[in-house]
């Protein structure tokens, strides 16, 4: 059985700082994570020893190829309704590479999850209140 890994780095300046875009695909699936480098330019060094030391550590957030899906949902015969889905497709799908794609969704990922953990400490905050507020009154009311 033959397994096919592929993996890439773009090392970019965004104006401000050097980044590296670390793209990994691996059977079907797409990975994307963004390192920010620092200002100063990094050597050939520089990036090998950042590979070998932090390659593990490195958050891909591997989904299913965003390309290999957009094959499925035009499989349709008619072809005015494979020409509406291919526009809607592009709509959704928006403009920029696939990594930049990857690091989108796995972001809304990311912010949904945040904002259900802070709807579960809001939540839990609130019953402890009560329960305060709850313990209090009883207190009141008890007798002495």
Same mark, same amino acid.
């Given at each position: 059985?033959?397994?096919?890994?592929?993996?890439? &780095?773009?090392?970019?300046?965004?104006?401000?700082?050097?980044?590296?875009?670390?793209?990994?695909?691996?059977?079907?699936? /797409?990975?994307?994570?963004?390192?920010?480098?620092?200002?100063?330019?990094?050597?050939?060094?520089?990036?090998?020893?950042?590979?070998?030391?932090?390659?593990?550590?490195?958050?891909?957030?591997?989904?299913?190829?965003?390309?290999?899906?957009?094959?499925?949902? &035009?499989?349709?015969?008619?072809?005015?309704?494979?020409? $509406?889905?291919?526009?809607? &497709?592009?709509? @959704?799908?928006?403009?920029?590479?696939?990594?930049?794609?990857?690091?989108?969704? =796995? /972001?809304?990922?990311?912010?949904?999850? =945040?904002?259900? &953990?802070?709807?579960?400490?809001?939540?839990?905050?609130?019953?402890?209140?009560?329960?305060? @507020?709850?313990?209090?009154?009883?207190?009141?009311? $008890?007798? $002495?």
């Amino acid at each position: 059985m033959q397994v096919t890994t592929s993996i890439t &780095l773009t090392v970019l300046h965004d104006g401000q700082f050097w980044i590296g875009i670390f793209e990994h695909a691996d059977e079907g699936r /797409y990975g994307a994570c963004r390192v920010v480098f620092g200002a100063a330019e990094p050597t050939d060094v520089e990036l090998v020893a950042f590979i070998v030391r932090r390659w593990t550590t490195l958050a891909f957030d591997m989904a299913a190829d965003p390309s290999a899906t957009a094959d499925a949902v &035009l499989s349709h015969a008619n072809p005015k309704r494979r020409q $509406r889905e291919a526009r809607k &497709l592009v709509e @959704r799908a928006g403009v920029g590479t696939k990594a930049q794609q990857a690091m989108s969704i =796995s /972001y809304e990922a990311r912010k949904i999850e =945040s904002r259900a &953990l802070a709807r579960e400490a809001r939540q839990a905050q609130a019953e402890r209140r009560f329960a305060l @507020r709850r313990q209090k009154r009883k207190q009141k009311h $008890r007798g $002495r």
